[in-house]
Structures are given as C-alpha cells and as structure tokens.
C-alpha cells in the first residue's frame, strides 16, 4: 500500500514539475498558473476559514500587503521581489495582529463582515497614497526581460515553477498542522469555541496564530501576482474578489481538508477560463451567470464541498478491493 | 483536609435579573458535592463563574490556592478543573478518539501520547468500540459519555459536571452513577449538578442547595431534603411532603 | 458654517433612510432566520426595474408603483425562502453566505443579460426638484423617500408588534423553539420574513427610481452599506438597523463635508470597527424591544 | 481613385469565385486577426458593449472596401474578448488572444488601468497594440504601445483654457473620482491651472460609485468657486448634474472626458445637459469621415458615436493602413510600420487635426483634444477654434 502510494505521489510530481516542457500553449499554461495561484490562496484561507472556520472575507487585505511591499521595495529600492515577497509575509503577519486582536472578539457575520471592512479600509489608504504607492493610477513594473533574479521570467514556465513551489509549501505546512495538536485545536475552536476552551484551549492565541500563518502565505501570493500581471494598484491588489475567491474553491472543494481548496480551483478556474473564451466574445453577463449557477448547484447539492465524492468513492473501491 | 475549590460571596447580574448572589460554599479535595435547585436557580450560572466564561460582579473563587476570577477559562483548565456542559457539545465533525484527543493534548502535545492517553479515558467511559465513530453520530448517553472522556483526558483534579444525567434512563442513570463513583474512588474532586435525586444521594456526601441565585440550605443528603425552606423551593407553599424524586 | 453643516445633516439623513430601508431587511432576514443576505442589494436593483418599466411603459408615477413592486418582491422573497435559503438552515454560516453571494452575482448578470448595462433614469416632476429651509435646501424626491421609508419602518414595527405573526417572529429571533411552542409554523415565519425583508428592499428601489439611475450593479454599495449599519445596530435588531441606517447617511455625509470626498467610506468603516473594538454585538444588542 | 478600389475589389471577388487554384497576387487572401479586449461585463460594461460595437463596425468597414490589397484582399477577423473590468481577466485574457490566435494587433481596453496591463502582456509577447486609453504611462518604456490621441495632460490643458470661454476670472473646483482615469486627469488639472491662470479654490477626489452626491455638491458651493470641473464616470457624473440642481447650485461645469461624452449621459440628464462642457479626444463631427460613421453607427445602434468608439474605428483603420504597407500581418512587421505611420486624409486620419504620426514613444505627435458643449441633445465640438464646428452656446 505504502509503495503503491510513494509511486504514485512521485509520479504526480514528476508529472507536474514537467508540465511546462511539454505543454507549449502559453494559454494553458496561464491557466495552470492561475489554478496554482488560487489553490494556494486557498489552502492559505482554507487554514483558518476551514480548519477553525472563522469565515475570513478580507483576506485581499493581505494580498494586497504583500503585493505592495514587495512592489515599493522593488521600484523604490530596487530591491529583488525575492526578499520583497518574505518582507510583505512579514508585513501581513504584523498587520495580522491588530486585525485579529479587533474581529476575534466578533464571531459569524460580524467577523466575515469586519474583515471586509478591514481590507476596504486598507483599500482607501491605498487610494490616498498619491505620492508613496501611486494612489489610483497604480504602476506598470519595470520590463526587465528575463530577470530570474528579479522574479521575471521570459516564457511562463518560471512562473509556473514558482507558483508550484508556493502551493507546495501551502500544502506541506497544512499537511504537518493538520496531524499535530494545532490541527485539534483549531478543528476544536471551529466546532464549537466554548467547548474548546473547557479544555483547555487557548482559543485567541490559536486563531492568532493561525491567522498568523495564513496572512504570510496570502501575502506571498500578493508578490507572485504582482509580479506576474506586471501591474498594481489598490483595487486590484485589494480586490473583494480575491477575498471570495479564496474562500469559494474551498467551499467548492470542500473546507477543512487539505486538498479540498486544491479540487475546487481545478474545477472554478479552468470553467471560469472556458466559459470566458467560449462565451465571453458574446453578450455580456453570460459567463458570469452560468458561473453563478455552477456555484448555487455546488452549494445547494454538496454543502461539504465536492472532495467528498472523491473520498466516497476512493473508500468504496479501496472497500471493494 | 485541604480545599479544593473555594467560592466566596459570588454575584452576578444579567441586566435586571440577579442570578447568583453572595453565593458561597467550598469543596475539599476528594470530595463529591452536589449543587441542587429548581430551574433557574443558577446552577449552570455558577459553573460558568467558577469556570470562567462569565465573570463575577463580586466575590473570588479560588482552587488550589489560586484565584480563579478574571482567568480565561482554557487557563482554568490548565490549573486542573474540567467540566462538561448541560447540554452535551461534542465536536461533531470529529470522530470520537480526535475528540478525546484534544483534551488530551493539553498536557502532551505528541500525538502519539495524545493518542494512548484519550484511548484510556475512552475505555474508562465505555465508549472503547466506537472510537472511530463521528461524534455527531453519537446517541445522546454517548455524547455525556464522550463529554465525559474529554473532560478527563485534561487530567483534571476537579471535575464539574452539570446535569450529566438528564434525559437518560433508569439503567442508563446507574451505569452513570457507577462512573461518577469511580471518578472519586480514583481521588477526584466532583461538584456535580443534578436534577436525579436517586443519583445525587448515591454519590454525593455534601449538598449545596440554590434557588432564586441564592443559598438557601447546605449539609449532607438526608438533612437537606427534610429541610423545609427546600421543600418549599422545589413545590412552593403548601406542599406537606418532601418528593424531590417529581422535581426532574 | 451653520449652513453647511445642516446641510450635510439634512443630506445625510435623507438618503440614510434609504440605507435604513435595506438595513431593515437585512437585519430581518438575518434575526428569524439567521441568514446573511448577500443579495439585499439586487432586490433593491429589482425594484427600480419595475418602477422603470412601469414608468416608462405605462405612464405609472415611481411612488404608485411602490404598490406593484413591494407584493412583487414579497412573492420573489417567499419563493427564495422556499427553493434556496430553506435547503441551506443549519448549515452553518459558509454555505448561507455563499449561496446568497452566488445568487447576488446571477441576479446582476441576468439584469445585464436583460437590460444592458445602460443606466436607466425615470423623469418626474418633482425628479430635481427642490425648496428652501432658511439656507438649507432639501430635495423633494429624497424628502418623499425618506418620509416614505419611515413610514413603511414604522408599519413594519406595528406588525412586529401587534399581529401574531410578527410577535411570532420576534419569538422566533430570539429562540426557534419558543415560536415553535406558540403553534406557529416556522416555515411560514421564515417565508413572511424574507419576503416583507424583499419588500422593503422593493420599495427602496421604488424610493430611488425618481433621483438615481437603475443599472444591474447598483444593488452592491447598498449592500455594503446596509452591512455596516445592521452590524452598528447589532445584527437582528430592527430598531437598530433603523438608527444606525440614518447615522450611517449622515456620518457619510458629515465625513465627505469635513474629512474629504473620498473619506465617506472610510469614515463609516471606521466607525462601524471603533463600535466593534468598544463593543463587539453592536451599539443595540439584542432584538427590538 | 474611389474607381480604382471598385475595380480591386471586384476582380479579388471574381478571381475567388471562379475557384482559380492559385490567386492572381501568388498568395491565399488570408484572414488577419485583429483582437479586441473591452470589459462587456461589470462596472464598465455599457461603455465597453459600445466599443466593441463600434470595432464590428470598422471591420466591417475595411473588409467592405476591400480588405488589405497588399495582401490580396486579405479580410480582417475581429476576435472580441471581455475583460470584465477586472486585472486579472485582462491579463488572462491578453495572453489567451495573442496565444490562442494569430494576431496581427491588438486594440483595448477603454479603462487606462486595464489598458495598461494589456500594454505590458503585448509588449512582452511583441504584437503591437493601439488604444485611445489617455493615461501617460502608456508612453513611457514602451515600443509595441501607440496612442494616436491625446494624453491626459493635454485634456487637462484644453479644459483650462476653456474655463476662459465663461468666466474672465475662472476660480475652478475640481472634483474627480479616484481612480487611475480621475487622479491621471485631475493632476494634469492642479499642475497646469497657474500656467494657464486659472484659480483652483478646491481640488477633491471623491469615492467613485457613491450613493449620494448631495454631501459633495454641498461642498463644492461653499467652495466659493464659479466653475466645476468634474473628472467622472457616467453615473458619478449623472447624479452630481441633477444634485446641483436639487442644491441650487448654478455653475457651468465642464465634465471632462468619461462619462460626460456618452449618449447615454444626455439621456439620463435631459435638458439639464444643455451648454454644459467637456473634453474629448475624438467627436463625431470633427470632419466628413467622422460624420460618416456617425451616421452608420446611429442606423445600427440608435445613438451617435461616442468618444472612444468613434477613435476605435480611426485606429482600424490605422492597423489597416499599417499592414497595408507592411505587406504583411506579422505583429512585428504591423509594429513597424505603425511605427512609420504618417496619414493626413481618410479614415485613419479621422482624429483631432486630422493627422496622424507617431513618435518614439507611440503618441501620435499631432495629438490634441477637442472641447465639446451638448448643445439641442447633440454633443458639438466648441474648442479651439479651429476645431470649433458650432458656436459656443451662452447658457
């Protein structure tokens, strides 16, 4: 059983470190990219909204921190998005504390709602920033070719590399919390916080903590998004979307699992991508209305999330066999 | 013999309404006390004083020497004293060993001794063949059962139990009562709030009565059911004969 | 000075009664049922479509359609209880929101899909029209609104109040089984609440069509202001999302006048995370008394 | 001339109809595609249904007059794409244009920060791209980006000096929403006013999308100012034009580019809009061609021509003229010979000045804007002079 397994995760990744060699279509691959960018936002998300389901709708505030630290440094300081990226998780993480000092206290809607506040308000600050962070015109990045270095790739296969690596790193961390006492602890807190705290859980410092760890991973993302659009500006960098769609492939996929926000981005993404280029040369809002439907469905007919399917069926065979 | 749990003068108010006032009472080590009263005489109330989700308005608890006002509850817990909850809450979407697991993890975080340690209180509650099964899935015994387990897998000196017996049957009830009985053979500290009168003269030696927030008798099981202030808490005016047994 | 103050006031509180209007619904839903309506908004962008179309296509008045529009979003309100939001109770707070959310966005689509992206105003006499209090000037299209939005608040109270269905409802807010006990279907507690919460949603809508244009994405800044004010006014509380409605108007106003034009969210963000830091279930706590 | 081209065209129709195995010109009339990225969905989507519109239109236009006859007749191909008003998808987007297609160019995406993305996709894949997008930064760093309109700067300049057609002394409010279109415009605005003596006594950015415009039109009268500048979209702008008239505020405005030169915002307002001011980087009767297309816009879709629709059609004709010379649909060999481009008359040229060259840095060195008044329900170009093709209206 335990070979079997070996083989089949190391073929997985053989299978996907390789893709970019094979696959030259640069549409499929921005798709790939795409789905490995928010799969990690989500896995990031899924840690504190899944596993302690404290329903985070403002995690683009962190995004957005991450995004535009690591763009200051790079275009004020000439400073590589390489050390940017871990200074905005710095940044996320710092800013994480008075945020989770302030909405930890809320529980339910009033938390998912102050969180929106939460990234709105940073959105403004943004916007008036005119001098320092280029207010709302945003800036263009500089071109500089093919910049490894630099975090600029020539062809999209260096992005892809990076964005792999990212939800690798995602995974692996939600991987080693979930087995450890944290993943109890925090399952614990999302079930029921008053009961966790009977025994003997410190409830605030593990949502801390957590939110912590989240806001580092979302902020990474802010960088590699950044960097690769080659644009920013405070309502993209702190865009509600970012906020739900985080929130929605875990959903989809099914919170509080580890590959959960993983299945719910392969199956949101690439169907957003092609209802876009089958539909979107049409009338308006077709797209988004069959997008809209697809979700209402998911919701409607698999309230845990679609990996249940998965699950269900692998344990059926695996029974049968 | 040394106390255990200390409460003195305790008050709380919920805007207009007193719920516990100028309560006091205490607990010596190894000892079984039973808080009784009709409804809404602020059993539950105390147990959340004393484990800290509601604060005091006046008056300290202390155990084991160490005032317990103004902690945080998961910080109670850390200094010994579990409880369970009237209305069982288990963590549904785990199965029961995870949930035993993480009472456990308060005093060793390696999973694997997590693991061995909820296994014992698990078996000790008599829940060992459904270790695997989703605590929402449980029957309403088994979620007192599991709450139980929880609540002993912090290796608690003092144990707090609120009403575990409600809503279980006569056979249900002495299996429940032959648990309790072994807790405090075993040394634990019990405050337990029982409606069941025949469970509470089984396993209690010390009666603290409340009604209306306040104490109104103390003492063992046979002085405080013919006491008649108690009598008349439970049946109001009029009632000649003490039958605690109706009052559930 | 004086001047501009009072008429940033009169401002503020004018167009918060329409806030107030959809913050009502929001918090109704939420109190009997315990959903977050993400889509509030699009029920007000449904309302001034049909007085759009009543307007335009049959000559009626705005303010006449008010009659059409609200039993109109009553039945939509109904039904949504019935298809969606009923498959969804007691799943907890991720799946409610993320259908209403879903449906927010079919709802904006499905406008666009219809009407186009145009904006659509209705034209009436009194549309910019205005009189002069000493030097404040206060629109006659808003005043109307507003006086109708405090009407239709003070109807909803005297429901909530005196009929049993409304008394059931506040029953039902505050404990699901003590309405049970009063003998009332809770399903039918449910329906009621969504659909009078659509209403007012519809009339709201109604309120608008005269002063401001209809267009498929105009329901999202009232969504997001009604957020605000229901948590201001503490989630479920009628009472309170009706003040925090009107403080929320006039705290944007009073923020636009004095802090600078961009600043009138940021005002009321602020305001709504101060009121959380110093008290966390809302300025009202608890539901309407 | 105009013969010439029948006779073209007709003998290209011909030789393919007789189904000859080798066309005359040695080469298959091939399809050139050109990609369109506007957002037909979220908060821009009227105005990007309208570009789109408008680019079928010019397509249709070049194939009707033959095609590219460098290349046999070769027809355009417009391939749309909606980028939803949202960065993201207009990255996406971009890149699935240029790498699902063969694209020869690309033209987009009306709002400057969309605009500005798709800018930096095509730069880096090198398939030039065309917009009537104002904002700045599209000249600078860039080879593949051409503007053939005016910038921000030069709206914000053409705005001053019409502030003097009303008022001997203007003292201006600005009031613009804060985004990349209102800050890029609005600073050219605060820059330029001492040069071009006039007083600005309030400088304000406001939300954009707010509910109410009451609190700040209330702000703008005890600004003391004689004049507004509004840098708005259209719905922004919609209700600061009735809410000053609710508030008795009475000033002329000048409502800049955006949302003031839609159709849609004459519709909206009524005769409220009567005399008020704007600018523009293209209007539909600026000469002869433009009313022409005008005209075919209006029997398709009911309404004039709008702005940046209207330059749509001019930068078809561009590409067209382009490939035209280059002999050849190749991005890089397009871009070159935008690069060249030099017309003074014919659709191309249908710009402000009436010619277009660009320079280094892809702005179309002749580039100006024109200042406009609504005038009977119809938007009439008033500024400069030599632009003017009505008289100014006196309110």
């Known amino acids: 059983m335990v070979p079997i397994k070996t083989i089949a995760i190391v073929l997985a990744a053989t299978i996907l470190i390789a893709l970019p060699l094979v696959v030259k279509n640069a549409f499929a691959l921005d798709i790939c990219i795409r789905v490995l960018l928010f799969a990690f936002i989500g896995v990031a998300w899924n840690l504190m909204g899944g596993y302690a389901k404290q329903l985070s709708l403002g995690h683009a505030a962190f995004f957005g921190l991450g995004a535009y630290t690591s763009t200051l440094l790079l275009i004020r300081l000439g400073i590589s998005p390489w050390i940017g990226i871990v200074a905005g998780g710095v940044v996320a993480m710092l800013v994480s504390l008075p945020i989770g000092w302030l909405c930890f206290r809320l529980r339910g809607p009033y938390f998912a709602i102050a969180t929106i506040a939460v990234a709105q308000v940073l959105m403004l600050l943004f916007l008036k920033l005119r001098d320092f962070a280029w207010g709302?015109?945003?800036?263009?990045?500089?071109?500089?070719?093919?910049?490894?270095?630099?975090?600029?790739?020539?062809?999209?296969?260096?992005?892809?590399?990076?964005?792999?690596?990212?939800?690798?790193?995602?995974?692996?961390?939600?991987?080693?919390?979930?087995?450890?006492?944290?993943?109890?602890?925090?399952?614990?807190?999302?079930?029921?916080?008053?009961?966790?705290?009977?025994?003997?859980?410190?409830?605030?410092?593990?949502?801390?903590?957590v939110y912590l760890i989240s806001a580092f991973l979302t902020a990474l993302a802010g960088t590699f998004y950044v960097q690769y659009i080659y644009f920013i500006d405070p309502n993209t960098a702190f865009s509600f979307n970012v906020s739900v769609e985080a929130a929605l492939v875990s959903i989809v996929g099914g919170i509080g699992t580890l590959w959960g926000p993983v299945l719910g981005t392969i199956l949101l993404e690439p169907t957003s991508a092609l209802l876009q280029s089958t539909l979107g040369s049409g009338r308006g809002g077709v797209q988004l209305t069959v997008y809209a439907l697809i979700l209402m469905a998911v919701i409607l007919w698999r309230p845990t999330g679609l990996l249940g399917i998965f699950t269900d069926t692998y344990q059926r065979i695996a029974r049968r066999g | 013999m040394a106390e255990a749990l200390v409460v003195r003068g305790v008050s709380k108010r919920f805007g207009g309404l007193r719920a516990v006032a100028d309560f006091s009472f205490s607990v010596n080590e190894g000892e079984t006390v039973a808080l009784i009263g009709p409804n809404g005489a602020g059993k539950t109330t105390s147990f959340n004083l004393i484990t800290g989700y509601y604060r005091p308005d006046a008056g300290s608890i202390t155990a084991f020497g160490r005032e317990l006002v103004g902690l945080p509850p998961y910080e109670i817990c850390t200094l010994g004293l579990a409880r369970t909850f009237q209305v069982a809450r288990p963590f549904g979407q785990m199965t029961v060993l995870a949930n035993v697991m993480t009472g456990a993890f308060l005093r060793d975080r390696r999973p694997h001794i997590a693991r061995e340690r909820a296994r014992e209180a698990i078996r000790f509650v008599g829940l060992a063949d459904k270790e695997n099964a989703?605590?929402?899935?449980?029957?309403?015994?088994?979620?007192?059962?599991?709450?139980?387990?929880?609540?002993?897998?912090?290796?608690?000196?003092?144990?707090?139990?609120?009403?575990?017996?409600a809503g279980l049957n006569p056979s249900?009830?002495?299996?429940?009562?032959?648990?309790?009985g072994q807790l405090a053979q075993r040394g634990l500290t019990i405050v337990i709030v029982e409606h069941v009168m025949r469970a509470i003269m089984a396993v209690a030696r010390h009666i603290v009565v409340l009604d209306h927030g306040q104490k109104i008798a103390e003492g063992t099981p046979r002085t405080v059911v013919g006491n008649p202030e108690v009598i008349r808490a439970y049946l109001g005016t009029g009632y000649a004969h003490p039958h605690p047994h109706a009052t559930d | 000075m004086f001047s501009t103050v009072a008429q940033a006031?009169?401002?503020?509180?004018?167009?918060?009664?329409?806030?107030?209007?959809?913050?009502?619904?929001?918090?109704?839903?939420?109190?009997?049922?315990?959903?977050?309506?993400?889509?509030?908004?699009?029920?007000?962008?449904?309302?001034?479509?049909?007085?759009?179309?009543?307007?335009?296509?049959?000559?009626?008045?705005?303010?006449?359609?008010?009659?059409?529009?609200?039993?109109?979003?009553?039945?939509?309100?109904?039904?949504?209880?019935?298809?969606?939001?009923?498959?969804?109770?007691?799943?907890?707070?991720?799946?409610?929101?993320?259908?209403?959310?879903?449906?927010?966005?079919?709802?904006?689509?499905?406008?666009?899909?219809?009407?186009?992206?145009?904006?659509?105003?209705?034209?009436?006499?009194?549309?910019?029209?205005?009189?002069?209090?000493?030097?404040?000037?206060?629109?006659?299209?808003?005043?109307?609104?507003?006086?109708?939005?405090?009407?239709?608040?003070?109807?909803?109270?005297?429901?909530?109040?005196?009929?049993?269905?409304?008394?059931?409802?506040?029953?039902?807010?505050?404990?699901?089984?003590?309405?049970?006990?009063?003998?009332?279907?809770?399903?039918?507690?449910?329906?009621?609440?969504?659909?009078?919460?659509?209403?007012?949603?519809?009339?709201?809508?109604?309120?608008?069509?005269?002063?401001?244009?209809?267009?498929?994405?105009?329901?999202?800044?009232?969504?997001?202001?009604?957020?605000?004010?229901?948590?201001?006014?503490?989630?479920?509380?009628?009472?309170?999302?009706?003040?925090?409605?009107?403080?929320?108007?006039?705290?944007?106003?009073?923020?636009?006048?004095?802090?600078?034009?961009?600043?009138?969210?940021?005002?009321?963000?602020?305001?709504?995370?101060?009121?959380?830091?110093?008290?966390?279930?809302?300025?009202?706590?608890?539901?309407?008394? | 001339m105009k013969r010439r081209h029948f006779l073209a065209t007709t003998t290209a129709g011909a030789v393919a109809t007789a189904g000859f195995g080798t066309p005359l010109l040695g080469r298959a009339a091939e399809t050139i595609n050109i990609g369109g990225l506007y957002p037909t969905?979220?908060?821009?989507?009227?105005?990007?249904?309208?570009?789109?519109?408008?680019?079928?239109?010019?397509?249709?236009?070049?194939?009707?007059?033959?095609?590219?006859?460098?290349?046999?007749?070769?027809?355009?191909?417009?391939?749309?794409?909606?980028?939803?008003?949202?960065?993201?998808?207009?990255?996406?987007?971009?890149?699935?244009?240029?790498?699902?297609?063969?694209?020869?160019?690309?033209?987009?995406?009306?709002?400057?920060?969309?605009?500005?993305?798709?800018?930096?996709?095509?730069?880096?894949?090198?398939?030039?791209?065309?917009?009537?997008?104002?904002?700045?930064?599209?000249?600078?760093?860039?080879?593949?980006?051409?503007?053939?309109?005016?910038?921000?700067?030069?709206?914000?300049?053409?705005?001053?000096?019409?502030?003097?057609?009303?008022?001997?002394?203007?003292?201006?409010?600005?009031?613009?929403?804060?985004?990349?279109?209102?800050t890029a415009t609005s600073n050219g605005l605060k820059e330029q006013a001492p040069g071009e003596n006039v007083e600005i006594v309030m400088f304000e950015p406001y939300s954009a999308?707010?509910?109410?415009?009451?609190?700040?039109?209330?702000?703008?009268?005890?600004?003391?100012?004689?004049?507004?500048?509004?840098?708005?979209?259209?719905?922004?702008?919609?209700?600061?034009?009735?809410?000053?008239?609710?508030?008795?505020?009475?000033?002329?405005?000048?409502?800049?580019?955006?949302?003031?030169?839609?159709?849609?915002?004459?519709?909206?307002?009524?005769?409220?809009?009567?005399?008020?001011?704007?600018?523009?980087?293209?209007?539909?009767?600026?000469?002869?061609?433009?009313?022409?297309?005008?005209?075919?816009?209006?029997?398709?879709?009911?309404?004039?021509?709008?702005?940046?629709?209207?330059?749509?059609?001019?930068?078809?004709?561009?590409?067209?003229?382009?490939?035209?010379?280059?002999?050849?649909?190749?991005?890089?060999?397009v871009r070159d010979a935008l690069a060249t481009l030099d017309v003074s008359r014919g659709y191309a040229a249908m710009a402000p000045g009436g010619k277009v060259k660009f320079g280094p840095d892809g702005k179309n060195v002749y580039g100006h804007p024109v200042g406009v008044q609504w005038q009977h329900g119809d938007l009439a170009s008033v500024f400069p002079s030599q632009e003017a093709r009505k008289p100014l209206m006196k309110a």
């Open chain 1, 136 to 209: 709302a015109e945003g800036t263009t990045l500089p071109n500089l070719g093919n910049a490894p270095l630099m975090m600029q790739f020539g062809g999209k296969a260096g992005y892809y590399w990076l964005a792999l690596v990212l939800l690798a790193l995602a995974l692996a961390i939600t991987y080693r919390i979930e087995r450890s006492w944290m993943g109890y602890y925090l399952v614990a807190v999302g079930e029921d916080e008053d009961a966790a705290e009977a025994i003997g859980v410190n409830a605030p410092r593990i949502k801390r903590d």
């Open chain 3, 9 to 289: 006031v009169i401002n503020g509180l004018l167009i918060g009664g329409i806030y107030a209007l959809v913050s009502i619904g929001v918090t109704l839903i939420f109190g009997v049922v315990k959903v977050v309506n993400f889509a509030q908004g699009e029920f007000v962008m449904i309302g001034m479509y049909i007085s759009f179309f009543l307007a335009t296509k049959l000559g009626v008045d705005p303010l006449l359609s008010l009659a059409i529009s609200m039993p109109a979003l009553f039945l939509i309100g109904v039904l949504l209880q019935e298809t969606l939001i009923r498959r969804v109770l007691g799943l907890g707070d991720m799946p409610q929101i993320f259908l209403t959310f879903a449906l927010s966005l079919l709802l904006m689509n499905v406008a666009l899909l219809l009407f186009t992206a145009n904006y659509q105003t209705v034209h009436t006499a009194y549309s910019d029209a205005s009189f002069q209090v000493g030097p404040v000037y206060v629109s006659v299209a808003k005043l109307i609104a507003f006086v109708v939005a405090m009407l239709l608040s003070g109807a909803l109270w005297l429901f909530l109040h005196a009929t049993d269905m409304g008394k059931a409802m506040r029953a039902a807010a505050q404990n699901r089984d003590v309405a049970m006990l009063m003998g009332i279907n809770p399903n039918r507690v449910f329906s009621v609440a969504v659909g009078l919460a659509l209403a007012l949603a519809g009339a709201a809508g109604s309120l608008l069509m005269p002063f401001y244009p209809a267009y498929p994405t105009v329901g999202q800044v009232f969504t997001l202001m009604a957020f605000v004010a229901v948590i201001l006014g503490t989630l479920g509380n009628v009472t309170g999302a009706l003040i925090a409605g009107l403080m929320m108007g006039i705290a944007e106003s009073l923020g636009i006048q004095f802090v600078g034009a961009d600043s009138g969210l940021i005002v009321v963000f602020l305001m709504l995370l101060v009121t959380l830091a110093v008290r966390p279930s809302g300025l009202f706590g608890g539901w309407s008394r």
């Open chain 2, 134 to 165: 989703l605590a929402a899935d449980l029957t309403t015994i088994d979620e007192r059962r599991l709450e139980m387990a929880r609540a002993l897998a912090t290796e608690p000196k003092l144990l707090l139990l609120d009403e575990v017996m």
């Open chain 4, 209 to 333: 999308g707010f509910t109410d415009a009451s609190p700040l039109i209330n702000k703008v009268k005890s600004s003391g100012a004689n004049m507004l500048f509004s840098v708005s979209y259209l719905n922004d702008l919609i209700l600061i034009v009735r809410t000053m008239k609710q508030l008795g505020a009475n000033m002329p405005i000048n409502g800049g580019s955006g949302g003031f030169v839609q159709p849609e915002f004459y519709k909206n307002v009524g005769k409220e809009a009567e005399g008020l001011l704007g600018v523009a980087h293209w209007n539909h009767d600026i000469d002869a061609d433009a009313q022409r297309v005008s005209a075919a816009f209006q029997k398709q879709y009911g309404e004039f021509i709008f702005e940046y629709a209207g330059g749509l059609v001019a930068q078809t004709f561009m590409l067209a003229d382009a490939m035209e010379r280059a002999k050849s649909s190749d991005p890089q060999k």
């Open chain 4, 41 to 182: 969905t979220g908060s821009l989507a009227l105005i990007g249904q309208g570009c789109v519109n408008a680019a079928k239109l010019a397509v249709q236009m070049v194939n009707d007059a033959g095609g590219i006859k460098s290349l046999g007749g070769a027809k355009l191909n417009l391939i749309t794409s909606d980028v939803q008003s949202d960065p993201t998808v207009t990255r996406t987007e971009t890149d699935r244009l240029i790498s699902s297609n063969k694209l020869a160019a690309i033209h987009g995406c009306y709002a400057s920060a969309l605009t500005l993305i798709a800018s930096e996709v095509a730069e880096r894949a090198k398939v030039p791209l065309i917009t009537g997008s104002s904002s700045d930064q599209l000249n600078k760093g860039r080879t593949f980006t051409f503007t053939p309109f005016a910038r921000a700067s030069q709206f914000a300049q053409a705005q001053l000096r019409m502030s003097h057609l009303v008022s001997e002394k203007p003292k201006v409010a600005v009031i613009f929403e804060n985004t990349a279109f209102g």
């Open chain 2, 172 to 180: 249900e009830i002495d299996q429940a009562v032959g648990l309790v």
